[in-house]
Protein backbone atom coordinates (compact mmCIF):
# COMPACT_ATOMS: atom_id res chain seq x y z
CA UNK A 1 0.00 0.00 0.00
CA UNK A 2 3.04 2.81 0.42
CA UNK A 3 3.81 2.36 -3.71
CA UNK A 4 0.05 3.07 -4.04
CA UNK A 5 0.34 6.33 -1.61
CA UNK A 6 3.05 7.50 -3.15
CA UNK A 7 1.37 6.82 -6.70
CA UNK A 8 -1.77 8.90 -5.23
CA UNK A 9 0.60 11.76 -4.18
CA UNK A 10 2.21 11.75 -7.59
CA UNK A 11 -0.92 11.90 -9.05
CA UNK A 12 -2.06 14.68 -6.87
CA UNK A 13 1.04 16.64 -7.38
CA UNK A 14 0.67 16.92 -10.50
CA UNK A 15 -2.99 17.90 -10.53
CA UNK A 16 -2.06 20.75 -8.09
CA UNK A 17 0.36 21.59 -10.87
CA UNK A 18 -2.26 21.63 -13.58
CA UNK A 19 -4.09 23.93 -11.56
CA UNK A 20 -6.62 21.95 -10.02
CA UNK A 21 -7.40 22.38 -6.35
CA UNK A 22 -8.80 18.90 -5.39
CA UNK A 23 -7.82 15.34 -5.88
CA UNK A 24 -10.11 13.85 -8.35
CA UNK A 25 -12.61 11.07 -7.03
CA UNK A 26 -10.75 8.42 -9.47
CA UNK A 27 -7.35 7.34 -8.58
CA UNK A 28 -9.21 6.19 -4.79
CA UNK A 29 -12.12 4.76 -6.74
CA UNK A 30 -10.51 2.85 -8.98
CA UNK A 31 -7.65 1.97 -6.14
CA UNK A 32 -9.95 0.61 -3.85
CA UNK A 33 -11.82 -1.72 -6.64
CA UNK A 34 -8.67 -3.03 -8.79
CA UNK A 35 -5.85 -3.64 -6.03
CA UNK A 36 -7.89 -6.94 -4.85
CA UNK A 37 -7.65 -8.24 -8.13
CA UNK A 38 -3.98 -7.60 -9.18
CA UNK A 39 -2.06 -9.91 -6.67
CA UNK A 40 0.18 -12.49 -7.23
CA UNK A 41 -3.04 -15.14 -6.71
CA UNK A 42 -5.01 -12.97 -9.39
CA UNK A 43 -2.48 -12.93 -11.76
CA UNK A 44 -2.03 -16.46 -11.70
CA UNK A 45 -5.60 -17.40 -11.45
CA UNK A 46 -5.74 -15.40 -14.85
CA UNK A 47 -5.27 -18.73 -17.02
CA UNK A 48 -8.04 -20.09 -14.83
CA UNK A 49 -11.07 -18.39 -16.40
CA UNK A 50 -10.53 -19.22 -19.82
CA UNK A 51 -11.78 -22.88 -19.21
CA UNK A 52 -13.96 -22.60 -15.87
CA UNK A 53 -17.18 -20.81 -15.38
CA UNK A 54 -20.49 -21.46 -14.46
CA UNK A 55 -21.23 -21.94 -18.25
CA UNK A 56 -19.34 -24.53 -19.09
CA UNK A 57 -20.85 -27.82 -18.48
CA UNK A 58 -17.84 -30.84 -18.54
CA UNK A 59 -15.36 -28.43 -17.12
CA UNK A 60 -16.82 -27.33 -13.15
CA UNK A 61 -17.32 -24.20 -12.21
CA UNK A 62 -15.21 -23.04 -9.50
CA UNK A 63 -17.39 -20.42 -8.18
CA UNK A 64 -18.42 -20.40 -4.89
CA UNK A 65 -15.57 -23.51 -4.06
CA UNK A 66 -13.65 -23.40 -0.27
CA UNK A 67 -10.01 -22.75 -0.75
CA UNK A 68 -9.01 -26.07 1.41
CA UNK A 69 -11.32 -27.83 -1.74
CA UNK A 70 -9.34 -26.03 -4.23
CA UNK A 71 -6.16 -26.76 -3.12
CA UNK A 72 -6.60 -30.44 -2.91
CA UNK A 73 -8.18 -30.59 -6.36
CA UNK A 74 -4.81 -28.99 -7.61
CA UNK A 75 -2.56 -31.21 -4.98
CA UNK A 76 -3.95 -34.26 -6.62
CA UNK A 77 -3.74 -33.31 -10.27
CA UNK A 78 -0.24 -32.36 -9.45
CA UNK A 79 0.86 -35.52 -7.47
CA UNK A 80 -1.34 -38.27 -10.13
CA UNK A 81 2.07 -39.41 -12.05
CA UNK A 82 -0.52 -41.23 -14.59
CA UNK A 83 -2.78 -38.42 -15.06
CA UNK A 84 -3.92 -37.88 -18.46
CA UNK A 85 -6.27 -34.69 -18.24
CA UNK A 86 -5.13 -31.11 -19.60
CA UNK A 87 -5.14 -29.98 -15.60
CA UNK A 88 -2.58 -32.91 -15.38
CA UNK A 89 -0.27 -31.72 -17.34
CA UNK A 90 -1.08 -28.43 -16.37
CA UNK A 91 -0.43 -28.69 -12.62
CA UNK A 92 2.92 -30.32 -12.57
CA UNK A 93 4.40 -26.64 -13.51
CA UNK A 94 2.56 -24.97 -10.47
CA UNK A 95 4.42 -25.28 -7.25
CA UNK A 96 3.07 -25.29 -3.40
CA UNK A 97 3.20 -21.90 -3.21
CA UNK A 98 1.16 -20.85 -6.64
CA UNK A 99 -1.49 -23.78 -5.94
CA UNK A 100 -2.09 -21.91 -2.38
CA UNK A 101 -1.95 -18.18 -3.80
CA UNK A 102 -4.38 -19.53 -6.56
CA UNK A 103 -6.75 -21.57 -4.13
CA UNK A 104 -6.61 -18.66 -1.80
CA UNK A 105 -7.79 -15.82 -4.81
CA UNK A 106 -10.63 -18.45 -6.50
CA UNK A 107 -12.13 -19.03 -3.25
CA UNK A 108 -12.68 -15.25 -2.36
CA UNK A 109 -13.22 -14.04 -5.90
CA UNK A 110 -16.90 -14.72 -6.97
CA UNK A 111 -15.74 -14.29 -10.44
CA UNK A 112 -12.23 -15.45 -10.99
CA UNK B 1 10.35 -1.88 -15.50
CA UNK B 2 12.59 1.11 -15.06
CA UNK B 3 11.25 2.11 -18.39
CA UNK B 4 7.80 1.39 -17.52
CA UNK B 5 7.67 3.15 -14.35
CA UNK B 6 9.30 5.92 -16.50
CA UNK B 7 6.02 5.45 -18.63
CA UNK B 8 3.58 5.98 -15.91
CA UNK B 9 5.29 9.09 -14.71
CA UNK B 10 5.12 10.23 -18.27
CA UNK B 11 1.05 9.60 -18.42
CA UNK B 12 0.85 11.46 -15.01
CA UNK B 13 2.66 14.48 -15.86
CA UNK B 14 1.20 14.02 -19.65
CA UNK B 15 -2.73 14.22 -18.18
CA UNK B 16 -1.55 16.91 -15.84
CA UNK B 17 0.15 19.04 -18.91
CA UNK B 18 -2.79 18.66 -21.47
CA UNK B 19 -5.64 19.49 -18.48
CA UNK B 20 -3.11 22.62 -18.31
CA UNK B 21 -2.85 23.48 -21.76
CA UNK B 22 -6.40 22.88 -22.94
CA UNK B 23 -7.66 25.56 -19.87
CA UNK B 24 -9.30 22.68 -18.13
CA UNK B 25 -11.46 24.61 -15.32
CA UNK B 26 -10.86 22.19 -12.10
CA UNK B 27 -13.94 20.52 -12.13
CA UNK B 28 -13.35 19.16 -16.06
CA UNK B 29 -9.75 18.67 -14.50
CA UNK B 30 -10.89 16.39 -12.14
CA UNK B 31 -13.13 14.51 -14.60
CA UNK B 32 -9.89 14.03 -16.81
CA UNK B 33 -9.79 10.38 -17.48
CA UNK B 34 -7.07 8.02 -18.60
CA UNK B 35 -7.48 7.24 -22.32
CA UNK B 36 -7.31 3.51 -23.16
CA UNK B 37 -7.78 2.51 -26.93
CA UNK B 38 -7.73 -1.09 -28.08
CA UNK B 39 -7.64 -1.83 -31.90
CA UNK B 40 -8.71 -5.64 -32.69
CA UNK B 41 -12.00 -7.03 -31.16
CA UNK B 42 -10.98 -11.11 -31.53
CA UNK B 43 -10.03 -12.78 -28.50
CA UNK B 44 -7.22 -10.71 -27.56
CA UNK B 45 -8.71 -6.96 -27.97
CA UNK B 46 -12.28 -7.78 -26.86
CA UNK B 47 -11.13 -9.47 -24.00
CA UNK B 48 -8.43 -6.50 -23.37
CA UNK B 49 -11.35 -3.85 -23.62
CA UNK B 50 -13.39 -5.92 -21.08
CA UNK B 51 -11.09 -6.55 -18.08
CA UNK B 52 -9.63 -2.75 -18.75
CA UNK B 53 -12.84 -1.37 -18.07
CA UNK B 54 -13.73 -4.46 -14.96
CA UNK B 55 -10.18 -3.47 -13.49
CA UNK B 56 -10.21 0.84 -14.05
CA UNK B 57 -13.81 1.37 -14.61
CA UNK B 58 -13.62 5.07 -14.42
CA UNK B 59 -11.13 4.97 -17.22
CA UNK B 60 -12.44 5.48 -20.79
CA UNK B 61 -12.15 2.47 -22.88
CA UNK B 62 -12.51 2.65 -26.46
CA UNK B 63 -12.50 -0.56 -28.80
CA UNK B 64 -11.73 -0.06 -32.29
CA UNK B 65 -13.12 -2.64 -34.53
CA UNK B 66 -14.50 -2.61 -38.12
CA UNK B 67 -16.87 -5.63 -37.85
CA UNK B 68 -20.12 -5.89 -36.30
CA UNK B 69 -20.27 -9.45 -36.24
CA UNK B 70 -17.30 -11.66 -35.37
CA UNK B 71 -17.15 -14.68 -36.16
CA UNK B 72 -14.98 -16.76 -34.42
CA UNK B 73 -12.08 -19.10 -35.45
CA UNK B 74 -12.18 -22.01 -33.18
CA UNK B 75 -14.71 -24.70 -33.89
CA UNK B 76 -14.48 -23.36 -37.65
CA UNK B 77 -13.36 -26.41 -39.07
CA UNK B 78 -16.45 -28.58 -37.40
CA UNK B 79 -18.64 -25.95 -39.68
CA UNK B 80 -16.10 -26.40 -42.90
CA UNK B 81 -17.17 -30.66 -42.02
CA UNK B 82 -20.96 -29.95 -42.13
CA UNK B 83 -20.99 -30.43 -37.95
CA UNK B 84 -21.79 -27.39 -36.74
CA UNK B 85 -23.48 -24.03 -37.86
CA UNK B 86 -21.47 -20.68 -38.88
CA UNK B 87 -24.13 -18.92 -36.97
CA UNK B 88 -23.02 -20.91 -33.54
CA UNK B 89 -19.42 -19.15 -34.29
CA UNK B 90 -21.37 -15.67 -34.21
CA UNK B 91 -20.46 -12.95 -31.61
CA UNK B 92 -21.37 -9.46 -31.30
CA UNK B 93 -20.28 -6.55 -28.85
CA UNK B 94 -23.39 -5.63 -27.09
CA UNK B 95 -22.43 -7.50 -24.34
CA UNK B 96 -18.88 -4.98 -24.04
CA UNK B 97 -21.37 -2.05 -24.80
CA UNK B 98 -23.30 -2.49 -21.78
CA UNK B 99 -20.08 -2.79 -19.65
CA UNK B 100 -19.43 0.62 -20.69
CA UNK B 101 -17.07 0.35 -23.27
CA UNK B 102 -17.17 2.41 -26.49
CA UNK B 103 -17.73 0.72 -29.62
CA UNK B 104 -16.29 2.41 -33.18
CA UNK B 105 -16.97 -0.17 -35.99
CA UNK B 106 -14.20 1.78 -38.30
CA UNK B 107 -10.94 0.05 -39.15
CA UNK B 108 -7.82 1.40 -37.50
CA UNK B 109 -5.81 2.90 -40.65
CA UNK B 110 -2.79 4.32 -38.74
CA UNK B 111 -1.26 4.80 -35.55
CA UNK B 112 1.04 8.08 -34.34
CA UNK B 113 3.00 6.05 -31.42
CA UNK B 114 4.37 9.76 -30.67
CA UNK B 115 1.38 11.76 -30.96
CA UNK B 116 -0.69 9.16 -29.36
CA UNK B 117 -3.18 8.99 -31.79
CA UNK B 118 -4.92 6.32 -33.71
CA UNK B 119 -5.83 7.69 -36.99
CA UNK B 120 -9.74 5.69 -37.89
CA UNK B 121 -10.79 4.81 -41.87
CA UNK B 122 -13.22 7.72 -41.78
CA UNK B 123 -10.26 9.98 -40.61
CA UNK B 124 -11.07 10.98 -37.41
CA UNK B 125 -8.50 10.89 -34.64
CA UNK B 126 -8.61 9.05 -30.96
CA UNK B 127 -6.03 9.50 -28.39
CA UNK B 128 -4.44 7.53 -26.43
CA UNK B 129 -2.81 7.63 -22.74
CA UNK B 130 -2.06 3.92 -23.82
CA UNK B 131 -2.77 1.63 -26.73
CA UNK B 132 -3.21 -1.93 -26.77
CA UNK B 133 -3.09 -3.68 -30.98
CA UNK B 134 -4.52 -7.10 -31.40
CA UNK B 135 -4.55 -6.76 -34.55
CA UNK B 136 -4.31 -10.80 -35.56
CA UNK B 137 -2.57 -11.66 -38.44
CA UNK B 138 -3.01 -10.89 -42.02
CA UNK B 139 -2.27 -12.55 -44.94
CA UNK B 140 1.17 -12.35 -47.14
CA UNK B 141 -0.68 -12.06 -50.71
CA UNK B 142 1.87 -13.21 -53.95
CA UNK B 143 4.44 -15.45 -51.15
CA UNK B 144 2.36 -18.23 -53.16
CA UNK B 145 2.76 -17.14 -56.66
CA UNK B 146 -0.71 -16.63 -58.15
CA UNK B 147 -2.19 -16.45 -54.91
CA UNK B 148 -3.90 -13.20 -54.11
CA UNK B 149 -7.44 -11.90 -52.77
CA UNK B 150 -9.50 -12.84 -55.86
CA UNK B 151 -7.77 -16.29 -55.89
CA UNK B 152 -9.35 -16.97 -52.38
CA UNK B 153 -12.70 -16.79 -54.16
CA UNK B 154 -11.56 -19.81 -55.91
CA UNK B 155 -8.95 -21.90 -53.58
CA UNK B 156 -10.51 -20.51 -50.04
CA UNK B 157 -8.00 -20.12 -47.31
CA UNK B 158 -10.58 -20.00 -44.31
CA UNK B 159 -8.30 -19.28 -41.98
CA UNK B 160 -10.42 -16.32 -40.71
CA UNK B 161 -13.56 -17.54 -40.15
CA UNK B 162 -16.61 -16.15 -41.50
CA UNK B 163 -17.54 -15.97 -45.73
CA UNK B 164 -14.91 -17.88 -46.06
CA UNK B 165 -15.59 -20.86 -43.72
CA UNK B 166 -18.83 -20.66 -45.70
CA UNK B 167 -17.37 -20.75 -48.88
CA UNK B 168 -15.06 -23.63 -48.32
CA UNK B 169 -17.87 -26.04 -46.63
CA UNK B 170 -20.27 -25.46 -49.84
CA UNK B 171 -17.31 -26.44 -51.77
CA UNK B 172 -16.82 -29.42 -50.45
CA UNK B 173 -20.88 -29.86 -50.61
CA UNK B 174 -20.71 -29.65 -54.28
CA UNK B 175 -17.58 -31.89 -54.77
CA UNK B 176 -18.39 -35.17 -56.41
CA UNK B 177 -17.95 -38.35 -54.76
CA UNK B 178 -14.32 -39.30 -55.72
CA UNK B 179 -12.93 -35.80 -55.63
CA UNK B 180 -9.27 -34.62 -54.82
CA UNK B 181 -9.23 -32.07 -51.74
CA UNK B 182 -5.84 -30.75 -51.66
CA UNK B 183 -4.98 -27.86 -48.76
CA UNK B 184 -1.67 -26.30 -48.41
CA UNK B 185 0.25 -25.42 -45.26
CA UNK B 186 2.22 -22.45 -44.90
CA UNK B 187 5.66 -22.47 -42.91
CA UNK B 188 5.53 -21.32 -39.18
CA UNK B 189 4.43 -19.06 -37.59
CA UNK B 190 0.76 -19.11 -38.50
CA UNK B 191 -2.47 -18.83 -36.39
CA UNK B 192 -3.45 -22.08 -34.75
CA UNK B 193 -0.33 -24.34 -34.90
CA UNK B 194 -2.61 -27.51 -35.20
CA UNK B 195 -5.35 -26.33 -36.92
CA UNK B 196 -4.51 -27.27 -40.51
CA UNK B 197 -4.50 -30.97 -38.94
CA UNK B 198 -7.71 -30.56 -36.91
CA UNK B 199 -9.11 -29.47 -40.37
CA UNK B 200 -7.34 -32.09 -42.39
CA UNK B 201 -9.50 -34.83 -39.83
CA UNK B 202 -12.62 -32.97 -40.22
CA UNK B 203 -12.57 -32.63 -43.61
CA UNK B 204 -11.42 -36.89 -43.79
CA UNK B 205 -14.97 -37.16 -41.36
CA UNK B 206 -16.96 -35.41 -43.96
CA UNK B 207 -15.23 -37.31 -46.79
CA UNK B 208 -15.46 -40.95 -45.32
CA UNK B 209 -19.41 -40.44 -43.81
CA UNK B 210 -20.57 -38.79 -47.46
CA UNK B 211 -18.03 -38.67 -50.53
CA UNK B 212 -15.78 -42.53 -49.34
CA UNK B 213 -14.38 -42.27 -52.79
CA UNK B 214 -12.76 -39.08 -51.81
CA UNK B 215 -9.35 -38.09 -51.12
CA UNK B 216 -7.22 -35.38 -48.92
CA UNK B 217 -3.96 -34.28 -50.40
CA UNK B 218 -2.02 -32.09 -47.94
CA UNK B 219 0.70 -30.07 -49.49
CA UNK B 220 2.84 -28.91 -46.07
CA UNK B 221 5.58 -26.51 -45.95
CA UNK B 222 6.26 -27.79 -42.83
CA UNK B 223 8.40 -31.32 -41.54
CA UNK B 224 6.87 -31.36 -38.29
CA UNK B 225 3.98 -30.23 -36.89
CA UNK B 226 1.67 -29.77 -33.77
CA UNK B 227 0.28 -32.91 -31.72
CA UNK B 228 1.68 -35.09 -35.20
CA UNK B 229 1.74 -38.08 -33.01
CA UNK B 230 -2.02 -37.96 -32.06
CA UNK B 231 -2.99 -36.65 -35.74
CA UNK B 232 -0.86 -39.30 -37.66
CA UNK B 233 -2.52 -42.03 -34.75
CA UNK B 234 -5.82 -40.78 -35.80
CA UNK B 235 -5.61 -40.78 -39.69
CA UNK B 236 -4.01 -44.40 -39.58
CA UNK B 237 -7.09 -45.70 -37.12
CA UNK B 238 -10.30 -43.27 -38.49
CA UNK B 239 -9.43 -42.39 -42.43
CA UNK B 240 -7.29 -45.08 -43.05
CA UNK B 241 -6.50 -44.44 -46.79
CA UNK B 242 -8.45 -40.93 -47.09
CA UNK B 243 -5.34 -38.69 -45.85
CA UNK B 244 -1.95 -38.24 -47.96
CA UNK B 245 0.58 -36.20 -46.46
CA UNK B 246 3.70 -34.03 -48.17
CA UNK B 247 5.69 -32.74 -45.79
CA UNK B 248 8.71 -30.28 -46.61
CA UNK B 249 11.68 -32.82 -46.91
CA UNK B 250 9.05 -34.82 -49.71
CA UNK B 251 8.53 -31.58 -51.67
CA UNK B 252 5.20 -30.70 -49.90
CA UNK B 253 5.72 -26.88 -50.24
CA UNK B 254 2.98 -25.00 -52.59
CA UNK B 255 5.08 -22.28 -54.16
CA UNK B 256 2.22 -21.78 -57.05
CA UNK B 257 -1.14 -21.80 -57.66
CA UNK B 258 -3.24 -21.48 -60.90
CA UNK B 259 -6.93 -20.51 -59.60
CA UNK B 260 -8.25 -20.48 -63.23
CA UNK B 261 -7.87 -24.70 -63.32
CA UNK B 262 -7.52 -25.34 -59.39
CA UNK B 263 -3.96 -26.30 -59.80
CA UNK B 264 -0.68 -26.46 -57.45
CA UNK B 265 2.62 -26.38 -57.76
CA UNK B 266 5.26 -27.58 -55.63
CA UNK B 267 9.00 -27.83 -56.54
CA UNK B 268 8.32 -31.46 -57.30
CA UNK B 269 4.78 -31.26 -59.57
CA UNK B 270 1.46 -30.08 -60.19
CA UNK B 271 -1.74 -31.14 -58.66
CA UNK B 272 -5.02 -30.54 -60.32
CA UNK B 273 -7.52 -30.05 -57.26
CA UNK B 274 -11.30 -30.32 -57.02
CA UNK B 275 -11.36 -28.51 -53.69
CA UNK B 276 -7.97 -26.60 -53.18
CA UNK B 277 -8.21 -24.72 -49.27
CA UNK B 278 -4.97 -22.51 -49.32
CA UNK B 279 -3.80 -21.23 -46.16
CA UNK B 280 -0.90 -18.33 -47.10
CA UNK B 281 1.86 -17.90 -45.29
CA UNK B 282 1.02 -15.04 -42.77
CA UNK B 283 2.28 -11.96 -40.38
CA UNK B 284 1.02 -9.96 -38.11
CA UNK B 285 -1.87 -7.51 -38.73
CA UNK B 286 -1.22 -4.29 -40.92
CA UNK B 287 -1.91 -1.81 -38.21
CA UNK B 288 1.14 -3.11 -36.57
CA UNK B 289 3.22 -2.18 -39.49
CA UNK B 290 1.79 1.02 -39.39
CA UNK B 291 2.24 1.30 -35.71
CA UNK B 292 5.99 0.78 -35.99
CA UNK B 293 5.43 -2.49 -33.17
CA UNK B 294 6.32 -5.18 -35.97
CA UNK B 295 10.31 -6.34 -36.74
CA UNK B 296 11.91 -7.66 -39.79
CA UNK B 297 10.36 -11.18 -38.98
CA UNK B 298 6.57 -9.26 -40.13
CA UNK B 299 5.65 -9.78 -35.80
CA UNK B 300 5.70 -7.80 -33.08
CA UNK B 301 8.46 -8.11 -30.42
CA UNK B 302 6.83 -7.97 -27.41
CA UNK B 303 7.62 -7.68 -23.23
CA UNK B 304 6.41 -10.87 -21.66
CA UNK B 305 5.44 -9.28 -18.65
CA UNK B 306 3.39 -6.79 -19.97
CA UNK B 307 2.98 -7.53 -23.08
CA UNK B 308 4.17 -4.15 -23.91
CA UNK B 309 5.72 -3.12 -27.78
CA UNK B 310 9.47 -3.90 -27.52
CA UNK B 311 9.54 -1.19 -30.16
CA UNK B 312 6.85 1.64 -29.05
CA UNK B 313 6.40 3.41 -26.00
CA UNK B 314 2.84 3.09 -24.49
CA UNK B 315 1.48 0.26 -26.95
CA UNK B 316 1.03 -2.84 -26.04
CA UNK B 317 0.42 -5.89 -28.48
CA UNK B 318 -1.84 -9.34 -27.88
CA UNK B 319 -2.60 -12.38 -29.62
CA UNK B 320 -1.82 -13.79 -33.35
CA UNK B 321 0.46 -10.81 -33.92
CA UNK B 322 3.04 -10.98 -31.43
CA UNK B 323 6.15 -12.84 -31.25
CA UNK B 324 5.34 -14.97 -27.94
CA UNK B 325 6.74 -18.33 -28.93
CA UNK B 326 6.44 -21.07 -26.64
CA UNK B 327 3.31 -19.95 -26.64
CA UNK B 328 1.54 -20.36 -29.59
CA UNK B 329 -0.82 -18.27 -31.72
CA UNK B 330 -4.41 -19.30 -30.37
CA UNK B 331 -7.91 -17.86 -28.82
CA UNK B 332 -6.78 -19.24 -25.26
CA UNK B 333 -3.18 -17.34 -25.36
CA UNK B 334 -4.71 -13.96 -26.99
CA UNK B 335 -7.47 -14.44 -23.97
CA UNK B 336 -5.11 -14.71 -21.16
CA UNK B 337 -2.28 -12.05 -22.88
CA UNK B 338 -4.98 -9.52 -23.12
CA UNK B 339 -6.29 -10.19 -18.86
CA UNK B 340 -2.34 -10.42 -18.06
CA UNK B 341 -1.96 -6.97 -19.94
CA UNK B 342 -5.05 -5.60 -18.42
CA UNK B 343 -3.82 -6.43 -14.73
CA UNK B 344 -0.32 -4.96 -15.43
CA UNK B 345 -1.83 -1.80 -16.99
CA UNK B 346 -4.30 -1.60 -13.73
CA UNK B 347 -0.61 -2.39 -11.44
CA UNK B 348 0.64 0.88 -12.96
CA UNK B 349 -1.88 3.26 -13.05
CA UNK B 350 -2.58 1.61 -9.36
CA UNK B 351 1.19 2.89 -8.53
CA UNK B 352 2.10 -1.21 -8.19
CA UNK B 353 5.06 -2.67 -10.42
CA UNK B 354 4.62 -5.34 -12.51
CA UNK B 355 5.25 -8.55 -11.89
CA UNK B 356 5.84 -12.03 -13.37
CA UNK B 357 3.92 -14.87 -13.29
CA UNK B 358 3.23 -18.14 -15.03
CA UNK B 359 1.31 -17.94 -18.38
CA UNK B 360 -0.56 -21.43 -19.98
CA UNK B 361 -2.37 -22.42 -22.64
CA UNK B 362 -4.63 -25.12 -23.87
CA UNK B 363 -5.76 -26.26 -27.32
CA UNK B 364 -8.27 -28.54 -28.32
CA UNK B 365 -8.57 -30.31 -31.97
CA UNK B 366 -11.50 -32.44 -33.19
CA UNK B 367 -10.11 -35.64 -34.68
CA UNK B 368 -13.80 -36.14 -35.52
CA UNK B 369 -17.22 -35.30 -34.44
CA UNK B 370 -17.03 -36.86 -31.17
CA UNK B 371 -13.07 -37.29 -30.43
CA UNK B 372 -10.39 -34.70 -29.44
CA UNK B 373 -6.69 -34.03 -28.41
CA UNK B 374 -5.49 -31.38 -26.43
CA UNK B 375 -2.13 -29.82 -25.97
CA UNK B 376 -1.53 -27.85 -22.65
CA UNK B 377 1.41 -25.52 -21.94
CA UNK B 378 2.66 -23.69 -18.95
CA UNK B 379 5.47 -21.22 -19.44
CA UNK B 380 7.21 -18.54 -16.83
CA UNK B 381 7.80 -14.85 -18.10
CA UNK B 382 10.49 -14.40 -15.10
CA UNK B 383 13.01 -12.32 -16.09
CA UNK B 384 11.38 -10.65 -19.22
CA UNK B 385 11.74 -14.02 -21.67
CA UNK B 386 8.73 -16.07 -21.94
CA UNK B 387 9.92 -19.86 -21.55
CA UNK B 388 7.74 -23.34 -20.74
CA UNK B 389 8.28 -24.48 -17.32
CA UNK B 390 10.01 -27.95 -17.67
CA UNK B 391 7.95 -31.45 -16.67
CA UNK B 392 4.61 -29.65 -17.39
CA UNK B 393 2.36 -29.68 -20.49
CA UNK B 394 2.38 -31.39 -23.44
CA UNK B 395 0.12 -34.04 -25.22
CA UNK B 396 -3.20 -36.06 -24.69
CA UNK B 397 -1.72 -39.58 -24.25
CA UNK B 398 -1.59 -41.93 -27.60
CA UNK B 399 -3.60 -45.08 -27.86
CA UNK B 400 -7.14 -43.81 -28.79
CA UNK B 401 -9.14 -44.11 -26.23
CA UNK B 402 -12.39 -43.40 -26.65
CA UNK B 403 -13.24 -42.93 -23.38
CA UNK B 404 -10.10 -40.10 -22.94
CA UNK B 405 -10.86 -38.55 -26.57
CA UNK B 406 -14.61 -38.44 -25.95
CA UNK B 407 -14.09 -36.28 -22.45
CA UNK B 408 -11.70 -33.78 -24.36
CA UNK B 409 -14.34 -33.21 -27.02
CA UNK B 410 -17.08 -32.49 -24.68
CA UNK B 411 -13.82 -29.96 -22.48
CA UNK B 412 -13.39 -28.37 -26.06
CA UNK B 413 -17.02 -27.28 -26.04
CA UNK B 414 -17.24 -26.29 -22.74
CA UNK B 415 -14.32 -24.51 -22.93
CA UNK B 416 -15.48 -22.76 -26.40
CA UNK B 417 -18.52 -21.76 -24.20
CA UNK B 418 -16.50 -20.13 -21.60
CA UNK B 419 -13.93 -18.29 -23.63
CA UNK B 420 -16.50 -17.05 -26.15
CA UNK B 421 -18.84 -15.56 -23.22
CA UNK B 422 -16.07 -14.64 -21.25
CA UNK B 423 -14.83 -12.23 -24.17
CA UNK B 424 -17.59 -11.11 -25.94
CA UNK B 425 -20.30 -11.79 -22.86
Given at each position: ???????????????????????????????????????????????????????????????????????????????????????????????????????????????? | ???????????????????????????????????????????????????????????????????????????????????????????????????????????????????????????????????????????????????????????????????QTALLRRQLEAMKDGGLVVMSVPPAPFRCPPGPYERASL???????????????????????????????????????????????????????????????????????????????????????????????????????????????????????????????????????????????????????????????????????????????????????????????????????????????????????????????
Amino acid sequence: MQAVSAALGVVTLALLLAGCGSVPSWPDERSAAAIPALDHGATLSLACSGCHSPAGGAIPSLEHRPAALIRQSLMDYKAEADGTTVMHRMMRGYSEADIDAISTYLARSATP
Amino acid sequence: MTAFAQTRRELVIGMAGTAALAGLSPKAAAQTKVRLVVVGGGFGGATAARFLKQLLPNASVTLVEPDTDYYACPFSNLVIAGLRELEAQRFGYDGLRARGIDIVHERATDVDPVAHTVTLGSGAMLSYDRLVLSPGVDFIWGAIEGYDEAAAQVMPHAWKAGAQTALLRRQLEAMKDGGLVVMSVPPAPFRCPPGPYERASLIAHYLKTRKPKSRLLILDAQDKFSKQPLFEEAWAHLYPGVIERLGADDFGRVIAVNPAVRTLATDFENVTADVANVIPPQKAGEIAQRAGVADMTGWCPIDPITFGSALQPDIHVLGDATIAAPMPKSAFSANLQAKLCATQIARVLAGLAPEPTFLANTCYSYLSDDAAVSIAGVYTNEGGKLKSVEGAGGLSPSGSDPVIQGNEALQAAAWFRTITEQTFG
